[in-house]
């Protein structure tokens, strides 16, 4: 059954504590991102890697790092340095050979911070 | 890097009826995805359509691209209850790496 899952679906941190958010896919894919989503609003990118042991910054990376050590897995690691870290966290995959970026989505973790 | 903007924010329709949502984009691409958002969930892929294509179907969807205004739009003909969701587009040009959504068009179909 492929696709990709995130775990864990919900998830409490403390302030001043590092977290990180599971995001695996056995499709296959080479290109993985992550995002962030606030109330109402729409995804934000935060990092996303186009092959293994490569990554790029998206548009709100601070406080945040990745690493892409194996091609089915691409952690989230949100640092103490997140001023404002409670969010909805979605992972994604694409195939880029394929021309179009189509993306496909994990289920999503909430982080809130107590 | 390429923003779609939905538009409207909100809509409220009864079951049955048709529910039309836009997108507007900035500059040239090689195709425009649409995807849905259930509340709490991931996104779901829907529909693309490429530069060259002026309409595509898939089933109760319709979604039409005009490059020339560069603007889109979704139609979802008969509407049902578990059609309410958040829907986003996002433009893809080749030379970006990544896709960007909007706020999306948050769709509300009342029984």
């Known amino acids: 059954d492929g696709g990709i899952t995130q775990s864990p679906k919900y998830l409490f941190r403390k302030e001043g504590q590092n977290v990180t958010l599971s995001c695996e896919q056995n499709?296959?894919?080479?290109?993985m991102y992550w995002y962030r989503q606030d109330p109402g609003q729409g995804l934000r990118l935060i990092y996303y890697?186009?092959?293994?042991?490569?990554?790029q910054k998206g548009d709100i990376a601070e406080g945040y790092s990745v690493s892409r050590e194996k091609k089915e897995s691409f952690p989230l690691t949100v640092t103490s340095a997140q001023k404002n870290p409670t969010a909805f966290y979605l992972c994604?995959?694409?195939?880029?050979?394929?021309?179009?970026?189509?993306?496909?989505f994990g289920p999503g973790t909430r982080l809130t911070v107590l | 890097s390429q923003q779609g903007e939905e538009d409207p924010q909100a809509l409220s329709i009864q079951e049955g009826e048709n529910a039309t949502m836009n997108c507007s984009y900035k500059?040239?691409?090689?195709?425009l995805q649409w995807y849905r958002q259930n509340s709490g969930r991931g996104l779901v892929h829907l529909i693309l359509?490429?530069?060259?294509?002026r309409e595509k179907h898939s089933g109760r969807l319709r979604v039409t691209l005009d490059t020339s205004k560069k603007s889109s739009s979704l139609l979802i003909t008969a509407s049902r209850a578990a059609d309410t969701a958040s829907y986003f587009c996002?433009?893809?040009?080749?030379?970006?790496?990544?896709?960007?959504f909007g706020s999306g068009t948050q769709l509300t179909v009342l029984p």
């Open positions: 994604a995959s694409s195939n880029p050979g394929t021309g179009s970026n189509e993306q496909f």
């Open positions: 499709l296959n894919h080479d290109a």
């Open positions: 890697s186009q092959i293994v042991n490569d990554f």
């Open positions: 500059t040239s691409i090689n195709n």
């Open positions: 359509i490429r530069s060259n294509e």
């Open positions: 996002a433009p893809f040009s080749g030379s970006a790496r990544q896709l960007t």
